[in-house]
């Protein structure tokens, strides 16, 4: 499936947001919200393991989109140490319109995500090597896929299986998988694209 990708700047709380949209060609079945990893450390829309979300998402039909948040990239404001961050997802989604919306995230993003998810209609949520041990994380309402690397060495594999026993979700094991899903990223482009449907 042929993709482009545009660039898009959108209001936020904090100034423009700075977002990468991905989508392909003809009438897409909703909107899809990716927020990057921490970004004090590095994190951007330009992350491989976003851009892989990104592409499975465009491949089952959503319009993908990946903003940077404040202060990174062209995205103006500060780092607000995970608060501000979830208004910018939230301005993010508000200006996809009225249609199906997918959130999802890699580590600080699938944080982010999550908490976005506990405030605002969506139809599903995607979470990858979310940051249990850093950040509260939600129990998700809607339907969530987690997918964690069972070497992750950020965060580690037995801290996210207690943060989902208690509300008995499942999570999806990649073997041999470090936090950057290193050499793994096709597993997780399959599972998300197998997901969605």
Known sequence: MRASTRR????????????AV????????????????HPLYGGTLDNKVVQTLARACVEAGY???R??????GESEGRYDEGRGEVSDLAAVAAATGERPLVLAGFSFGAAMAARLAAQRKSEALILVGPAVTSFEVPAPQVDCLVIHGEV??????????DWARPQDQAVLVVPGADHFFHKRLKVIRDMVRRWLG
């Open 67 to 72: 903003p940077n948040f404040r202060g990174i």
């Open 22 to 37: 991905d989508a392909a060609e003809g009438t897409p079945r909703g909107a899809a919200v990716l927020a990057h990893p």
């Open 152 to 161: 992750d060495e950020t965060i580690p594999l037995g801290a996210v299986l």
């Open 8 to 19: 898009e700047f959108i209001a936020g709380p904090a100034g423009r947001i700075e977002c």
């Open 63 to 65: 319009e993908a989109w």
